[in-house]
C-alpha cells in the first residue's frame, strides 16, 4: 500500500485549503484513513479520521468546526477540507491508513502505513 499527499501551500489567515490522498496498492474500501500533522518542534498530532466505510468521522478539538474529512472509495481518495485557516494550523499534513480499533482512531499506532506529508503554512 501506498499513499501520496498532496494539496499543501502557503495561505493567509482565514483561507481555505484542501488536501487530498491517493491510494494504491491494496483495498481502499477496506482501510480506514487519518490525517496527523506535525509542526516544527512539536509531536505529531491526530487531525482527523474517517472509518473505512464512511460512517463515522473522528476530529480533533482543535480543528473541529472548521475541517472536513470525506472518501471516495470508488477513486481511492480521502481529502481533508480546510476551511478558516490559523497560523497555529501550520505544520506537515499526513495521511495514514489502518485498521485502528476505536480507542486507537486517534493514535499514531492505530494506522499501518503513511504518506509522505504535504507542508501546510498558514500566514498571519
Known amino acids: 500500500v501506498q499513499l501520496q499527499a498532496s494539496g499543501g501551500g502557503l495561505v493567509q489567515t482565514g483561507d481555505s485549503l484542501r488536501l487530498s490522498c491517493a491510494f494504491s496498492?491494496?483495498?481502499?474500501?477496506?482501510?480506514?484513513m487519518g490525517w496527523f500533522r506535525q509542526a516544527p518542534g512539536k509531536e505529531r498530532e491526530f487531525v482527523s479520521a474517517?472509518?473505512?466505510?464512511?460512517?463515522?468521522?473522528y476530529y480533533a478539538e482543535s480543528v473541529k468546526g472548521r475541517f472536513i474529512i470525506s472518501r471516495d472509495n470508488a477513486k481511492n481518495t480521502v481529502d481533508l477540507q480546510m476551511n478558516t485557516l490559523k497560523p497555529e494550523d501550520t505544520a506537515v499534513y499526513y495521511c495514514?491508513?489502518?485498521?485502528?480499533?476505536?480507542?486507537?482512531?486517534?493514535?499514531?499506532?492505530?494506522?499501518?502505513?503513511w504518506g509522505q506529508g504535504t507542508q501546510v503554512t498558514v500566514s498571519s
Open positions: 495514514a491508513a489502518g485498521f485502528p480499533i476505536t480507542s486507537t482512531t486517534r493514535q499514531s499506532n492505530g494506522y499501518r502505513v
Open positions: 496498492g491494496g483495498t481502499f474500501s477496506s482501510y480506514s
Open positions: 474517517i472509518r473505512y466505510n464512511g460512517g463515522s468521522t
